[in-house]
């Protein structure tokens, strides 16, 4: 509990997003898989949901009570039964600005704090390395031209880092960590194939 404390909210929902973009990728592929069996195969919802474990029982019979009572699948009156069109893009689907950070206020501020620094760490930057070149230009002590330099160069480094941080506030990894792209691929284009 002591570490979860220390360590900043925006810190862990770079991780935990990561988790989560994984599988909205896979469920975006899913759905593309199930769309095909049912348009091109004519399965119900039910055959092409194959869900052969005992853990997935109530999961089946959940959704056979849906279809029993409601339809196949039950959707509200006047509400479209289609998908939305396809995400062509991985950073679509990987969109973790729109998806979360906005809406995050750890996020959202630890965002907007990393710009700002990241805006002060260039000028550092950029004056240490100026001053060290001038400092080496007229022969000053080697100790403060190299700590000039190694300023300059940690600054830049510290920058570049934050930039990293920034950029998973803005678009998730691809690509997924748990699954890798050639597993949903395939599962897509034998669904394509009519395997």
């Not at 593309?32 to 049912?38: A, F, H, P, Y």
């Not at 390395?129 to 080496?136: D, E, Q, Y």
């Not at 960590?177 to 897509?188: I, V, W």
Request: with cysteine.
């Amino acid at each position: 509990r002591t570490i979860f404390k220390i360590v900043p909210r925006w810190w862990s929902h770079l991780s935990q997003n990561a988790i989560l973009e994984d599988d909205q990728i896979f469920l975006h592929k899913q759905e593309r898989v199930i769309e095909l069996q049912r348009s091109v195969h004519k399965l119900s919802y039910a055959q092409a949901c194959y869900m052969p474990t005992k853990a997935d029982t109530y999961v089946g019979a959940f959704r056979k009570w849906v279809a029993d009572i409601g339809g196949d699948p039950a959707w509200p009156k006047g509400m479209v039964q289609a998908l939305p069109p396809a995400t062509t893009t991985n950073s679509a689907l990987l969109d973790r600005f729109h998806a979360h950070t906005k809406n995050c206020k750890s996020c959202s501020v630890a965002m907007g704090n990393l710009v700002k620094i990241r805006k002060v760490l260039r000028v550092v930057s950029l004056i240490a390395l100026v001053a060290a070149a001038a400092a080496f230009a007229r022969s000053v002590s080697p100790k403060i031209s190299m700590g000039l330099a190694v300023l300059a160069a940690a600054t830049a480094l510290a920058r570049e880092v934050m930039g990293g941080w920034v950029q998973k506030m803005k678009v998730g990894p691809y690509p997924p960590p748990r699954r890798p792209p050639s597993m949903m691929e395939s599962a897509l284009e034998s669904a394509r194939l009519g395997r």
